[in-house]
Structures are given as structure tokens and as C-alpha cells.
């Protein structure tokens, strides 16, 4: 987990990223700087997020609330690269991911960033091993057990060769879990990761994400208060703003 | 595991969706395969045809015809001219450029004389070169022999059909030829089965008996040339011979083959521009059927370039499946094609075509690009696709 930025072909020499580096005394892994989005709805214009701030530390596990439509998911997928800000700036270890292309944001998302989703979203042709295995496919990278190391850290090894539809959904999801940690990121995203889940498995997926903080910074967005105690800290959003 | 494995097991799922794809690209291979094929055995047959003339040049004096004309009635023409050619002249036919191509260089005599109280016409020819040129005839009894000094004096000769049967004649029959004062006394060495053609109607002997018969030694009336090849410059043979004989006339036989091939070529556009409209029928439905796979699958593509895909790779996937099912179609459709032609050519075109492997390259080829092509949009749609958006709306 101390790879980083090795791993990255694109980030393994700042110098030649088109990102620019800001000075970050206090070691934050993330900062969002000033961060507004905004989205065109037919002539209306409507802004999602109002001029955000926020630091995220490394090896921190982070959980956003807030109510629907205060742009908690808006602002998962910005610090992920799924989408860009409309103003302001996002930095990933002091480098400006908004001034990367689009070719380099989405080597350095792959390479740094992992998803784990609400509906788990795994390809339902592919096994789970496979569907652990596309990040690597996608990065060229060769599978040196990491697949199989990921699986197991989620307790899914002996399921491996079976697909989406043959696993329960806790299962599916620990799949989703996998695949989000196969490369190593130093960041894992977790959109409402227990909102298709009962009780007591939702409860598994969060202990599990917690045993993955500490070695990678995780940010849970979820409206469950119960879950998000489970988090070293809570930063709700009102409105397009942060009212931690 | 791979990019194409992930097309590969994506493809597997979806079996019966892209049938549809690949049948229509199977209908425009096997319309093109069975067009090819049926109309390469027809252009083969043709010159296979064009060979059976035995002659595909004719040497002949230039006769020049003059309109006569009385006033404003025309009273017939006056043609002028040699109207022989001298044997002794006819090796300078080996001294043209072309010379290898000439395979048979038959001369040949015609005239008319009496056979007992029928006017029949007579041909002179070189039995040896006869043979060479026309060996599809069917004699019965045997060929004539070369006219040699032990048979010069009672030469042999062949009939042709139509006259053999209402002058009794056969193998074996002898005969007296005369004209004026000069007989030729002659025996049947047999008869030639009908061809259709004017030997039906004549006696056949050697050239020098006919020389001598006719009164015309050491001429000939024409000479009959065999350039053997499919492909060779007989356009190009006429006027080297024509240069070499000056006041001949070299005519090439090919006029009556490229009437035919006219005919052949003209088919086969329309056939081929039916297969080729076929194509691209076949085209827009597979960029359809993957435009409706695509919408299909936004949200795996969204997932995909979630977890890392990049452009390249998203279009690289779809062009590799459009690729499968170009060559899949292909495949099926060359099989396909190729059985239909064997089936249709007979009746169509009255020949047996082989199975052209050698255009399998080639139809693959084109069902390949076909089906990349057929990609293109579909991949646009895929590279629209934002993994944020449509995550979010599922």
C-alpha cells in the first residue's frame, strides 16, 4: 500500500504530469478546493455544489451524509475523476487532477481510485474472479495472485469461479469489494455499499471496509447514521455545502 | 484473461442477439462467394469454349469490295485483290514477335469440284495440323493420312456428314474428284460426325492433292492459327502477322468470345451490384444490431471505463466484436455461397464451378472490415457513455 505513486506509470514522475503541485504541509491526501458543480437541466442551470472545501488525511475513513440531492454522489465522483468540477480544484498527493487530460485522469483513476457501488454493478457474464481481474486487464498489468489475494482478503476465494447470479448479494458485493482493491488504490469509494444489502450483511460490508482503512483512505457515502459512526469521521452536506 | 476473452464471453451471452448480425452479413458473403464463383466457371467455360474454335486468328488475302453503282441504284460490288497466298511464304508467319504463342499454323485450300454428278466443295489441308486443330472431331472410320509420295497417287480423304449419307459414302468408299480435265482418284478414310459447322458439307484431302486438283500448286486460300492462351494479345498477334503479310488480313476470332464475355461480364455486374447493395444492407444491420447491443449494454460499458477502460480500449472491444461477426458471417456465407453456386451454375450457366478457396482471404477480408465498420457508430455511442451518469441512473 506504500506503492504509491510507483505504481502509476503516469504519476511516477509528478514532473511530467500536467496536474500542477501545491504546497500540503499537513500531508492530506485529498483536497478539494473551492469545488462547484454545475449541470445544465434543460435552460435552467443548477449547481450541485456550492464552492466546497475539504481534506481528506491518507489512511482515513471518511463517511458523507446528507440528504438526497445534496450532492454527496456529485462530489464522490468528482474525488474519484468520474466526473470534473465545474470551478476549483481537486488534488490526489498535491497533484491537480483537474488539470490532467482525459487520457491521464483515467490511467491515474485506475491506478489510484476503487468503486464499490450500490447495485455492486459486476459484469454478469464474467466470474468472479474475472470480474475482479478487469482492472488489471484494463491497466495490461499481469495477475500476480493479486486476484486471488483480493478475493481472499474479502473471504471469496473458494467462490471464485462462480458467476454474479450465482452469489448472494453480501457476496456480490464483497466481489465489488475485491475488484475496488485489486490494484491497491490509495483511495476506495463506496456509494451506499449497504444500501441493497440487509442489515446484517450491511453491517459485514462496513467492518470489512473498515479493515481495509488504514492501508487506503475510504469515503463511504450513505445516509445511514448507525453505519457511519462506524467511520473515524462524518462530513454531512447541506445544500451543496459542508456543514461537518 | 484478456481484452478479446472479455468480447469473447460477452459475445457467448449474447448468441442470439447478434444472430441476427451475422446472418446478414452471411447472406451478403455467400450472394458475393456465389456470384464469384458462378461467373469465374462461366468466364472459364467461355475460354475453354473460345479454345474448342480450334482457330482464333484467320489469315486471308485482303480482298477490297467497290461498290458498283449505276446512278442512284446500287448493281452489286466488284471485289479486287489476290485471293491466294503463297505457301512458300507462309514460315515467315514464325518471324513475328509473338511467335511463341503460335501454337498451330494450319493452311488451307477451297474450291469447288465434281463428285460423280454433285458439285461439292473441296478443302485442302495439312492433316497432321487439321488433327491439332480440331480434335473434338469424331470420324468415323479413321483420319485421313498425310499425303505422302507412297498415297500421292490415290490420296485420302474425309467427308463430312452432310454429304456422306446422300452420296453413299463411307470408309473405305473410293471416290473420283475432277474439275475440267484434271481427277483426282481418292479414298474414304472416313466421315465426319456432324459438328454443325461448314465441314458438314465438305471433302476433305490433303492440301496437295487439292493443289493439284484446283490447279492452284503452291498456294493456299487461307491459313487457320491456333495462339494458345487464355490471355495472350491475339488483338495484338493479328497485326504482327499483318505486318509481317502485307495485302493479308489477320482476323481475330476473339470478336465472337468477347460477344459472349459481353454478355457473361454484363450479368455479372448487375449479379455483383445486387451483392454489393446486399453489403451494405448487410452493413447498416450490423451497426444496428450493435448500436441496440450498446444501448444494451451502457451500463457494463459504464462500468468498465469505471474500473479503468479507456477509449481505445471501449472502441477496441467493439470493433473486435464486429470483426467476429464479419468473420463468422463470412465463414457461414462462403460455405453457403459455395453450395448454391454449385446448385444454380449448372442450370444457370450450364457449368460445374469448383470451390474457389482462393477467394476465402478475400471474402473474409471484406466481412471483416464490414463488421469493424459496422462498429464505428455504435463505438461513438460507447465513447458517449458517462460512466458518472449512467451509474448513477441504475
Known amino acids: ?29 485529498i483536497q478539494v478546493k473551492d469545488a ?35 450532492g454527496k454522489t456529485t462530489l464522490m465522483n468528482i474525488i474519484g475523476m468520474l466526473d470534473r468540477p465545474t470551478d476549483g480544484s481537486i488534488l490526489i498527493k498535491d497533484i491537480d487532477i483537474t488539470k490532467k487530460s482525459q487520457k491521464e485522469l483515467v490511467d491515474f483513476r485506475r491506478r489510484t481510485v476503487g468503486f464499490v457501488f450500490q447495485q455492486f454493478h459486476l459484469i454478469p457474464s464474467l466470474t468472479a ?56 488504490p490509495k483511495i476506495l469509494l463506496a456509494d451506499e455499499p449497504t444500501g441493497a444489502l440487509d442489515a446484517n450483511t450491511g453491517s459485514m460490508i462496513i467492518s470489512l471496509l473498515k479493515s481495509l482503512a488504514g492501508e487506503m483512505t475510504v469515503i463511504m457515502v450513505t445516509h445511514n447514521r448507525e453505519l457511519a459512526e462506524h467511520s473515524d469521521r462524518i462530513v454531512y452536506l447541506k445544500d451543496g455545502n459542508v456543514a461537518e | 484473461m484478456r481484452l478479446h476473452t ?5 459475445i457467448s451471452r449474447r448468441k442470439t442477439k447478434l444472430g441476427l448480425a ?38 486471308r488475302p485482303e480482298v477490297t469490295n467497290i461498290p458498283l453503282v449505276e446512278g442512284s441504284t446500287s448493281i452489286g460490288s466488284l471485289s479486287t485483290g489476290e485471293n491466294y497466298i503463297e505457301e512458300s511464304e507462309i514460315p515467315k508467319i514464325h518471324t513475328i514477335q509473338n511467335n511463341s504463342n ?8 477451297y474450291g469447288v469440284a465434281k463428285l460423280g454428278d454433285s458439285n461439292v466443295v473441296v478443302m485442302g489441308v495439312d492433316p497432321e495440323k487439321e488433327k491439332t486443330l480440331k480434335p473434338w472431331w469424331k470420324v468415323q472410320g479413321r483420319w485421313m493420312a498425310a499425303n505422302t509420295s507412297e498415297n500421292s497417287e490415290k490420296p485420302e480423304v474425309m467427308v463430312g456428314s452432310d454429304i456422306a449419307g446422300p452420296l453413299g459414302l463411307k470408309e473405305g ?28 458439307g465438305y471433302v476433305i484431302l490433303p492440301l496437295a492433292a487439292s493443289q493439284y486438283l484446283l490447279s492452284k500448286e503452291g498456294k493456299v486460300s487461307s491459313l487457320e492459327v491456333r495462339a494458345l492462351c487464355n490471355d495472350c494479345p491475339v488483338e495484338e498477334i493479328s497485326r504482327q502477322i499483318e505486318e509481317v503479310f502485307p495485302g493479308l488480313e489477320a482476323r481475330s476470332m476473339s470478336q465472337i468470345v468477347e460477344t459472349e464475355m459481353a454478355v457473361v461480364e454484363h450479368t455479372e455486374s448487375s449479379a455483383m451490384a445486387v451483392s454489393i447493395i446486399t453489403l451494405l444492407v448487410s452493413t447498416l444491420t450490423v451497426a444496428s444490431t450493435m448500436l441496440a447491443s450498446v444501448n444494451e449494454k451502457l451500463k457494463e460499458i459504464g462500468i468498465m471505463r469505471a474500473v479503468g477502460a479507456s477509449d481505445r480500449q471501449v472502441v477496441s472491444m467493439l470493433l473486435f466484436e464486429g470483426a467476429i461477426i464479419g468473420i463468422i458471417g463470412g465463414g457461414i456465407g462462403f460455405a453457403i455461397g459455395t453450395a448454391a453456386s454449385a446448385i444454380a451454375a449448372p442450370m444457370l450457366v450450364s457449368v460445374s464451378p469448383p470451390t474457389m478457396w482462393e477467394i476465402l482471404p478475400g471474402v473474409a477480408g471484406i466481412c471483416i472490415v464490414t463488421g469493424m465498420i459496422a462498429s464505428i457508430i455504435p463505438a461513438k455511442r460507447a465513447l458517449g457513455v458517462d460512466p458518472a451518469e449512467v451509474l448513477r441512473s441504475v
Open chain 2, 102 to 109: 503460335l501454337a498451330v499454323v494450319a493452311p488451307r485450300l
Open chain 2, 22 to 59: 451475422v446472418l446478414s452479413v452471411v447472406v451478403a458473403a455467400a450472394a458475393i462467394v456465389a456470384v464469384v464463383t458462378t461467373f469465374s466457371a462461366a468466364t472459364e467455360g467461355l475460354y475453354e469454349e473460345s479454345n474448342q474454335f480450334g482457330a482464333n486468328i484467320i489469315v
Open chain 1, 129 to 184: 474472479y474475472e470480474n475482479v481481474a478487469l482492472p488489471l486487464v484494463f491497466a495490461g498489468d499481469k495477475d500476480d495472485g493479486a486476484v486471488k489475494g483480493a478475493l481472499e482478503r474479502v473471504g471469496l476465494a473458494h467462490r471464485m469461479n462462480h458467476k454474479p447470479v450465482e452469489l448472494s448479494g453480501g457476496e456480490q458485493q464483497r466481489v465489488a469489494i475485491a475488484r475496488a482493491v485489486v490494484m491497491k
Open chain 2, 173 to 200: 468408299t473410293p471416290i473420283t474428284l475432277s474439275q475440267g480435265n484434271i481427277s483426282v482418284e481418292a479414298q474414304v478414310a472416313g466421315v465426319i460426325e456432324s459438328t454443325g459447322g461448314n465441314e458438314d
Open chain 1, 1 to 29: 500500500m506504500s506503492d504509491y505513486p510507483e505504481n502509476s506509470e503516469t504519476s511516477s514522475n509528478p514532473e511530467n504530469l500536467s496536474g500542477s503541485l501545491i504546497e500540503n504541509p499537513v500531508g492530506n491526501l
Open chain 1, 36 to 70: 462547484t458543480k454545475k449541470y445544465r437541466l434543460g435552460h435552467n442551470e443548477v449547481e450541485v455544489l456550492h464552492g466546497i472545501n475539504l481534506e481528506i488525511s491518507e489512511g482515513e475513513f471518511v463517511s458523507i451524509m446528507g440528504q438526497s440531492g445534496s
Open chain 2, 6 to 10: 472479455l468480447v469473447l464471453k460477452d
